[in-house]
């Protein structure tokens, strides 16, 4: 049963050439870049939509985390139009490799958090420990908070491609599953259509709330530490 | 004013059907020359359908029907030996007959 269903998966290639690239590249095509004061419709929305949200996420960090407004800023663009293009039919969705987002998550949280222990050490080791913890509870505590700060690159790559994959999955079978109960029982068939309509709705929500609780939190990373 | 214009000058609707395989041949193959055909061909559709003062949807439809026609040719082979799959099945896919045999 399995193999049909993960075959949209499999990293494209074609005679041996990966294909993989030019899809990942693709994106950019859809974000021109233009020097001029008033811009074309599309680059007008593009440039509305950039600037509502460097707002809404850089205006919590000071003159030394806006630095990065740039890298988080095409971080969202990226994963956010990765994710839409992937709802396409027959596309691939680079983002639900594994691979692709731990060499996203890993070195921009090694990036904050190196950040933070050099410029601010004491205070980034003090986030090993909470604040106002009973002394006999200290050793554990420390050795939990490690655990926890070494777990969050591993979330964010597994938090993204968990639901992207999770998400493209579900519309399969449930397409699948439509397709078959046509020839059985209609009305089931419709009920699993309007299910499946549903389903798109949220999938294109959690395409774009993936790309921002992504940024959003190595923002917040960023603030910790710098 | 019979100018002859040399063949390494004209654009591709003006060469005679004869004279195509040598145009073919003159062409620029270098790296620089292909990155360059690309280069001119992304900026001729994104000045003609794009870069307008009331550009619509389509411009961008466009780009998007053509990404989902190469993945499908991309897809295709895997896509039919599926199809046959399924019409060897009886008109189900081989991971839906169990379900069907039980709704049945």
Same mark, same amino acid.
Not at chain 1, 26 to 29: A, E, H, I
Not at chain 2, 51 to 56: D, L, P, T, Y
């Given at each position: 049963m399995n193999e049909n269903l993960f075959t949209s998966f499999i990293t494209p290639m074609m005679l041996g050439l990966p294909l993989v690239t030019l899809i990942i590249l693709?994106?950019?095509?859809l974000f021109p870049s233009s020097n001029r004061l008033i811009n074309n419709r599309l680059i007008s929305l593009q440039q509305w939509a950039l600037q509502l949200m460097s707002k809404q996420m850089m205006s919590i960090h000071n003159t030394k985390g806006q630095t990065w407004t740039l890298m988080l800023m095409s971080l969202i663009l990226f994963i956010g139009s990765t994710n839409l293009l992937g709802l396409l039919p027959h596309s691939f969705t680079p983002t639900t490799q594994l691979s692709m987002n731990l060499g996203m998550a890993i070195p921009l949280w090694a990036g904050a958090v190196i950040t933070g222990f050099r410029n601010k050490t004491k205070a980034s080791l003090a986030h090993f420990l909470p604040q106002g913890t009973p002394t006999p509870l200290i050793p554990m505590l420390v050795i939990i908070e490690t655990i926890s700060l070494f777990i969050q690159p591993m979330t964010l790559a597994v938090r993204l491609t968990a639901n992207i994959t999770a998400g493209h999955l579900l519309i399969h079978l449930i397409g699948g599953a439509t397709l078959a109960l046509t020839s059985i029982s209609p009305t089931t068939a419709l009920i699993t259509f309007i299910i499946l309509i549903l389903l798109t709705i949220l999938e294109f929500a959690v395409a774009m709330i993936q790309a921002y609780v992504f940024t959003l939190l190595v923002s917040l990373y960023l603030h910790d530490n710098t | 004013m019979a100018s002859v214009v040399p063949l390494k000058e004209k654009k591709l609707l003006e060469v005679k059907l004869g004279e195509l395989p040598s145009w073919i041949l003159m062409r620029d193959f270098t790296p620089s020359g292909i990155a360059g055909a690309f280069q001119r061909g992304y900026y001729r559709y994104y000045n003609k359908? %794009?870069? %307008? &003062? &009331?550009?619509?949807i389509a411009g961008l439809s466009m780009v998007l029907a053509a990404y989902v026609f190469l993945n499908y040719c991309r897809s295709y082979k895997e896509l039919s030996e599926s199809l046959l799959d399924c019409f060897a099945s009886g008109g189900v896919s081989p991971d839906r007959v169990g379900l069907v045999h039980r709704l049945i």
């Open positions: 693709f994106p950019s095509l | 359908y %794009v870069n %307008v &003062k &009331k550009g619509s």
